[in-house]
């Protein structure tokens, strides 16, 4: 069984708790040990200070019971006079009898600190300061021994708040973790539910779009962005289905108009007669379905796979040719070495679709050019027929579009050729335009040359 994963707002919770605890664990970890570290010091100043006060009194009258018996109020703390073999002279009444406290001697002058537990109590820690010092009747060694259960006491009583806090704390932050993630999913959830109930005819809805300028407004952004793109394919594969219907019902409607006629009257029209009409209509019927195949393959064109160096000098040569063996067009020619990477095929049907453009529009002449420009290999044609308006040059290049609705289909074709030509042109990362001209159309294709 496959344990699904949590989601976003559950992963972000443990996270963000996860890294709250370890951060939380090490902070009372260097909370207990700092507190410890400076309550023990205190406790060490003071009983530093207390062995100097005794020290001093013990220079100066060889004596220090007093100021043993005296004490520091509120701490627990004992103190021993020892001569310089370790012998107690004097001591606190609290250890009075006892053994040296430690066998540490240090010089006078110096001192000697140590962490032991005395006879005072066995279960807790005391500091332990031993200090040199001359008397009047010799070397002494006076030690103070101070506890350390204040220390341990309230380090205990600080663990236990952090120990008590943390939980409470880790809750508050998964708490205010899970509500803010959920509050700012909201609006991504919204837009999940909106997508899913997009269907194909309903492609004008659009997700809606958060006040906030951030990574969700954006994402919503580009979820309509997607949504205009697909409705706008949507809307243009429509047309370009109900204009292909339209084009081929056209050369069926003819073909079939000949054979009904030829079987509901044999002698009318003789086979032989009839038989170039219905050949036309079937040859421009396979030219059509060839260029809609075309197209609606444009992805396919796109693919590298079937990309080689082609000479676009030598493709428009060719070209050139066969314009000038129709015999009523004068064609100029002026071509130089370009050759660029791509689909022969699919570079042939470029160059003949534009070729055959300007040989229908052209009044008298033709003029061809292939060269390189910059990083670019140029294909120029142009000729001296009527031209096209400015505010036709992009529209020009749609699908089924005749700039002369009155044109018959025979001479204006179907109004896929240019379409091709601009299809062509992107898969090879190029461009296809309209450009101003002294007289007639210039046509301008410009492709990445090859090694640019």
């Known amino acids: 069984m496959v344990i699904p994963r949590p989601g976003a707002r559950i992963r972000s919770t443990l996270a963000a708790t996860f890294v709250v605890a370890v951060a939380l664990a090490i902070g009372a970890i260097g ?6 570290a400076s309550l023990t010091q205190t406790v060490r100043a003071s009983a530093e200070q207390r062995a100097t006060d005794v020290a001093t009194t013990v220079a100066a009258e060889g004596s220090a019971r007093d100021a043993i018996v005296v004490g520091n109020p509120g701490e627990r703390s004992v103190v021993q006079v020892l001569d310089s073999h370790g012998a107690v002279l004097v001591s606190s009444p609290e250890i009075d009898g006892e053994p040296a406290l430690t066998s540490a001697r240090p010089q ?18 005391f500091v332990v300061v031993s200090r040199g010092v001359h008397s009047p009747t010799g070397d002494a060694i006076v030690v103070v021994a101070q506890s350390l259960a204040t220390v341990t006491t309230s380090v205990n009583t600080v663990a236990r708040l952090l120990a008590f806090g943390f939980p409470v704390v880790l809750l508050v932050v998964a708490w205010s973790v899970y509500y803010v993630v959920g509050k700012t999913l909201r609006p991504v959830e919204e837009i999940r539910r909106r997508v899913a109930s997009i269907g194909a005819t309903d ?3 659009r997700v809606p779009v958060p ?11 580009t979820m309509n962005s997607m949504l205009d793109r697909l409705q706008d394919s949507q809307a243009t594969q429509r047309r370009f289905v109900a204009d292909a219907s339209h084009e081929l019902r056209s050369p069926l409607a003819a073909i079939r108009a000949t054979v009904e006629v030829g079987l509901e ?10 038989a170039p009409a219905v050949l036309a209509e079937t040859d421009r019927l396979s030219t059509l379905v060839d260029d809609l195949l075309l197209l609606a393959r444009s992805d396919e064109i796109e693919s590298p796979q079937d990309h080689h160096d082609v000479d676009l000098d030598d493709i428009m040569m060719i070209e ?4 000038g063996r129709l015999g009523h067009l004068d064609v100029s020619v002026d071509v130089a070495p370009a050759r660029v990477a791509g689909d022969r095929h699919q570079l042939e049907r470029l160059v003949r679709n534009l070729c055959d453009n300007a040989a229908r529009y052209a009044t008298s002449s033709v003029a061809l050019s292939v060269g390189i420009t910059g990083t670019w290999a140029v294909l120029v044609v142009q000729d001296d027929g009527p031209g096209v308006p400015v505010a036709d040059r992009d529209r020009i290049f749609d699908r089924f579009v005749r700039l002369d609705p ?4 025979l001479s204006g074709g179907a109004g896929l050729g240019l379409a091709i030509v601009l299809e062509v042109a992107r898969a090879h990362g190029g461009t296809a335009a309209v450009e101003d001209s002294a007289s007639g159309a210039r046509f301008v294709v410009r492709i990445r040359a090859k090694g640019a």
């Open 31 to 36: 909370v207990v040990w700092i507190l410890r």
């Open 108 to 125: 006078a002058g110096s001192v000697q600190v140590t962490t032991q537990s005395v006879p005072v109590s066995d279960q807790e820690p």
């Open 203 to 205: 492609l004008d809805m």
């Open 211 to 221: 006040a906030a300028d951030d990574e969700v407004g954006r994402l919503a952004l």
């Open 265 to 274: 009257h044999p002698g009318s029209q003789p086979w032989h007669d009839a």
């Open 320 to 323: 050139a040719d066969r314009l």
């Open 406 to 409: 009155a044109r018959d289909r």
